[in-house]
Nanobody
Framework: QVQLVDSGGGLVQAGGSLRLSCAAS????????MGWFRQAPGQERVFVAR????????YYGDSVKGRFTISRDNAKNTVYLQMNSLKPEDTAVYYC????????WGQGTQVTVSS
């Protein structure tokens, strides 16, 4: 089993940046594809980004391409989401997930972008 703890959210002005982190427990982190999802109020949870087990391939949702970067450090059991050029429509709770499709979820971290 994998436990995930999301952190790094906060309030930022439009155009600003944030870096989210997701720390995983257990010694099997490197065996999982990792991803980030987000859920805005009243909306479904949607895919943001995904990274393969070794970090060699990444995927992004259309709305974040060119602005967000997912990365991982298997030595630290951590996956990151660097978010640049943030927009008010990026406001959501962000969740990291392990597995493809996701099997384990973090508790979420709130990101609020003010205009």
């Amino acid at each position: 089993q994998v436990q995930l703890v999301d952190s790094g959210g906060g309030l930022v002005q439009a155009g600003g940046s944030l870096r989210l982190s997701c720390a995983a427990s257990g010694r099997t982190f490197s065996s999982y594809t990792m991803g980030w999802f987000r859920q805005a109020p009243g909306q479904e949870r949607v895919f943001v980004a995904r990274i393969t087990r070794t970090g060699g391939i990444t995927y992004y949702g259309d709305s974040v391409k060119g602005r967000f970067t997912i990365s991982r450090d298997n030595a630290k059991n951590t996956v990151y989401l660097q978010m640049n050029s943030l927009k008010p429509e990026d406001t959501a709770v962000y969740y990291c997930a392990a597995g493809q499709p996701p099997v384990y979820w973090g508790q979420g971290t709130q990101v609020t972008v003010s205009s």
